[in-house]
């Protein structure tokens, strides 16, 4: 019997794991149109798990031509993949003959844009 309780309760440790990360790497965002400007508000963390949904999001905008704004007041994390994807939309909207806008970034993300500036 204790053995059985034992190995439940490390089920539901495990599961409760599985299910805190998964929440954890959901990227929330919402896209309000203005004309020919489109803000991309994110929501969480931007690291290699996220990367390319931003992409998905971000990259159908540009390609119509749109002025990207992305508002960044609410991503708690970023990482160099975060990086990547600002410097690949930025290079794709100049390819566009448009451009991508960084609005109102939360300070962890600025710290980490600040140290990719001494770099770059």
Same mark, same amino acid.
């Given at each position: 019997m204790i053995v059985k309780h034992i190995c439940s309760n490390r089920v539901l440790l495990l599961l409760n794991f599985v299910i805190s990360y998964i929440n954890k790497k959901i990227m929330k965002f919402k896209v309000t149109n203005n004309k020919n400007?489109?803000?991309?508000?994110?929501?969480?963390?931007?690291?290699?798990?996220?990367? +390319? +949904?931003?992409?998905?999001?971000?990259?159908?905008?540009? +390609?119509?031509?749109?002025?990207?704004?992305?508002?960044?007041? +609410?991503?708690?994390?970023?990482?160099s993949s975060g990086i990547s994807v600002i410097i690949e939309s930025?290079?794709?909207?100049?390819?566009?003959?448009t451009k991508v806008e960084l609005k109102e970034v939360s300070q962890p993300v600025?710290?980490?844009?600040?140290?990719?500036?001494?770099f770059l």
């Open positions: 400007v489109s803000t991309v508000f994110l929501n969480g963390e931007i690291d290699m798990d996220i990367a +390319d +949904d931003v992409r998905e999001i971000v990259f159908p905008l540009i +390609d119509s031509g749109k002025e990207v704004h992305l508002n960044l007041k +609410d991503v708690q994390y970023m990482d930025n290079q794709r909207a100049r390819e566009k003959n600025e710290k980490v844009l600040a140290m990719a500036r001494k």
